[in-house]
């Protein structure tokens, strides 16, 4: 079964460091989304991307944040300058549709740790 | 703006217990509607979903019928296990937009 794959798993920096954060997506998928997870809280929206652009970001989605599709498969989560506040799970996901009945299919998750 | 509200938790039930956790929606339109679960130190897998008024999704013995009078998708489960035990998330779907919306999770724990 087809399914989104992320790494690191887990990855522990340094505050003021730079973290790169990798998904490898669905194959045949075209949506591509970046969510994640502060320990204890809420699932929360970053980004979604399409056609090789980002179609909605949220406000925690600042200039400290990037995201990019450098080749076929891949799609990255780029963070610049890590702060503590952004210790967290983050998810990718991806889809097949743009709107209607289409699901999420979400990655493992990469724990971000940041002391 | 769109946005799901969901029965805080924890949730605590004795194994076989009935199960309901609640959950409310705003959106414009029809959006379609999932619930997620996340089991411990996992990703979040789709364990259902509906797409219209009146649909119920169901997956694993769990239930939600999508109510658009009442604006509510309530999951539900007859008889829960201990291997139940996870967090439990609402999600919708708007039909204009890619972004999808959860609610803040409902942790359940089945104890035996």
């Known amino acids: 079964e087809p399914e989104v794959t992320q790494t690191p798993s887990h990855q522990v920096t340094q505050m003021g460091q730079e973290v790169i954060l990798r998904c490898v997506p669905i194959?045949?998928?075209?949506?591509f989304y970046w969510y994640r997870q502060i320990l204890g809280q809420k699932v929360e929206f970053l980004v979604s991307?399409?056609?090789?652009?980002?179609?909605?970001k949220s406000e925690i989605f600042d200039d400290q944040f990037s995201v990019e599709r450098p080749d076929g498969s891949n799609f990255t989560l780029k963070i610049r300058s890590t702060k503590l506040e952004d210790s967290a799970m983050y998810f990718c996901?991806?889809?097949?549709?743009?709107?209607?009945?289409?699901?999420?299919?979400f990655g493992e998750g990469s724990r971000l740790t940041v002391l | 703006g769109d946005s799901v509200t969901q029965m805080e938790g924890p949730v605590t039930l004795s194994e076989e217990a009935f199960l309901t956790i609640n959950c409310t929606y705003t959106?414009?339109?029809?959006?379609?509607l999932f619930w997620y679960v996340q089991y411990p130190g996992e990703g979040l897998q789709l364990l259902l979903k509906?797409?219209?008024?009146?649909d119920k999704g169901s997956n694993k013995g769990f239930e939600a019928t999508y109510r658009k009078e009442t604006t509510s998708f309530h999951l539900e489960k007859g008889s829960v296990q201990v291997s139940d035990s996870a967090v439990y998330f609402c999600?919708?779907?708007?039909?204009?937009?890619?972004?999808?919306?959860f609610g803040t999770g409902t942790s359940l724990t089945v104890i035996p």
């Open positions: 509906a797409t219209k008024a009146d």
């Open positions: 991307f399409y056609n090789n652009e980002i179609s909605e």
């Open positions: 959106a414009t339109g029809y959006p379609s």
């Open positions: 999600a919708l779907r708007a039909n204009t937009g890619n972004q999808f919306y």
């Open positions: 194959s045949n998928h075209l949506y």
């Open positions: 996901a991806s889809s097949d549709h743009r709107a209607g009945g289409g699901e999420l299919f």
